[in-house]
């Protein structure tokens, strides 16, 4: 069974930095595009920021210059260093991979359980 974890969320000033890591973990054969996206009360699940097995980055407008996403392929893992945060900011950050688990012909698209990052002074 795959499983996307997520962690490194928190609380930070505006201004801050944190960075999020998101481990996919199970059988698997490859994996496609990560990403990461954000929700935020009574708003709908936008994208932050994804990446392909090249390592080419795609960003939302809103976070270009201060978010960056990468992706380590050998330990199954995405990251998102997010710099400059901003009060709106703030919402639940879910990662997102395209996974090709073994035995399966196809890929399938999977889900984190989410991580809470708050920026507030």
């Known amino acids: 069974q795959v499983q996307l974890v997520e962690s490194g969320g928190g609380l930070v000033q505006p201004g801050g930095s944190l960075r999020l890591s998101c481990v996919v973990s199970?059988?698997?054969?490859?994996?496609?595009?990560m990403g990461w996206y954000r929700q935020s009360p009574g708003n709908q699940r936008e994208l932050v920021a994804t990446?392909?097995?090249?390592?080419?980055?795609n960003y939302a407008d809103s976070v270009k210059g201060r978010f960056t996403i990468s992706r380590d392929n050998a330990k199954n893992t995405v990251y998102l260093q997010m710099n400059s945060l901003k009060p709106e900011d703030t919402a639940v950050y879910y990662c997102?991979?395209?996974?090709?688990?073994?035995?399966?012909?196809?890929?399938?698209?999977?889900w984190g359980q989410g991580t809470q990052v708050t920026v507030s002074s």
């Open positions: 997102n991979a395209d996974v090709r688990a073994a035995f399966e012909y196809t890929y399938a698209n999977y």
């Open positions: 199970g059988r698997i054969r490859s994996i496609n595009v």
């Open positions: 990446i392909n097995t090249g390592g080419w980055p």
